[in-house]
């Protein structure tokens, strides 16, 4: 088996990298193109894959193809695989609302799976969300689930959920980090120094994610556990419900969703 990359930033080297600890696939089985040539340069050394001089030889010379580009980039790409058979290649796209559909429309043939990771997938820690187009076959979600298992969780979905699953955990750790920012930011008007307030919600974030995935308890459950009547952090939550702090969310996701039913159109 032979894996291709078309793109080779973050999230394509850390699949790239999950591949080859999880020993799935020999470095000299991949092979990668990007329009970056310091990128491919500095992939290439660090983990010894193959390169591509251009994204149309890399599909030709594999059997599994990843394409990890921006979803405006994606038009232009597959107006140069048009002219290739791809009868036995399995395409795997983590551009984000990019439907299957759009892809089957330009390359005929195609069999074609939807991933959407998010960023976490970096360290390993990644949450996977996985669709299939019509022409692809159940083997061919295998692999893909197989794939990105080496970078973390992985679940199905029919497509018409994907932009709600890529609201929630592909744009969901930019939510955790702001709120972390904010945190920290309001941690230093409380009178703690730069230093103590990142050290204690970065360590009260990961303590709290500890949390929720090994008590078995509701996120709900656990944020009334903590909170004492009467006590501070009833205090502090009496401001998020004035502010309408669950409205506020509600209202970023549905945002969000939004934003990827326009991106599949623009596609």
Known sequence: MKIGFIGAGNMGEAIMRGLISAKLISPSSIMISDKKLARVKYISAKYKV???KSNSRCLKNVDIVI???KPQDMKKLLSEFSAIDLRKK???T????VRTSTIEKSLKRARVIRVMPNTPALLGKGMSVLCRGKNSLLRDFQTAKKIFSTVGECLAADEEQMDAFTAVSGCGPAYVFLLAELMIKAGISAGLSKKDSEKLVKQTFSGAAQMMEESGMSPE???IKVTSPGGMTEEALKIFYKNKFSSIVKKAVIAAKKKGKKLSSMA
């Open 50 to 52: 193959k390169t591509c």
């Open 90 to 92: 399995l395409i795997i």
């Open 67 to 69: 394409l990890c580009i």
């Open 221 to 223: 459950k656990l944020r």
């Open 94 to 97: 983590i551009a984000a609302g």
